[in-house]
């Protein structure tokens, strides 16, 4: 085992058990919920393969919902997630590239890019937990403001976390 992916189960653990103990009832203003596992999906390796990435967010899901009691929303959405990851990588591909960069963190890739990205996941994993949980397209109208509230919230956190675990070298 690699330090790589010591590092990697190490930071499973810790995303999931932030969010199971300390997330899971954070509310803002029963409007906007903290849902910062994703932050695992979202600071794994660039070049991790599409298999081992949707495993990781199943599994991902999968622990987050023995806690929720959802019954598998959480990991249906993170699979979709791990999914569309790849596209998005390549959709915001900077100018020069992930030459020599391993994992997509603000340091390594700079505020706009991992907001941008960072974002971008956290809408699309909001909108499809929503939209899964309400069971009907026309609830996830009504739950725009609360979507976009929970984007906002948990982008703020893995932005903290950022900042206080993620330092450049």
């Known amino acids: ?36 596992y994703v932050g695992f999906l979202i600071l794994l390796p660039l070049e991790i393969s599409l298999t081992t990435l949707l495993l990781l967010g199943f599994g991902m899901g999968l622990a987050v919902d023995v806690f929720y009691d959802t019954a598998g ?17 390549q959709f915001i591909r900077p100018s020069g590239g992930y030459d020599g960069i391993e994992n997509p963190t603000l340091s390594k890739l ?12 956290l809408f699309l994993h ?20 609360v979507i976009l509230a929970s984007t906002v919230l948990s982008l703020f956190v893995l932005i903290i976390g950022q900042f206080l675990f993620y330092r450049s070298k």
């Open 110 to 121: 700079g505020f706009n890019w991992f907001v941008t990205y960072s974002g971008i996941i």
């Open 73 to 89: 929303v959480h990991a249906a959405t993170m699979v979709i997630i791990a999914f569309i990851r790849p596209s998005i990588i």
């Open 1 to 36: 085992m690699n330090p790589s992916t010591i590092t990697q189960f190490i930071s499973f653990f810790i995303y999931w058990l932030l969010q199971v103990l300390l997330f899971r009832n954070v509310a803002l203003f029963d409007t906007a919920f903290c849902f910062v």
């Open 126 to 145: 909001h909108s499809i937990l929503f939209l899964i949980q309400g069971s009907n397209f026309s609830l996830w109208l009504s739950n725009f403001f």
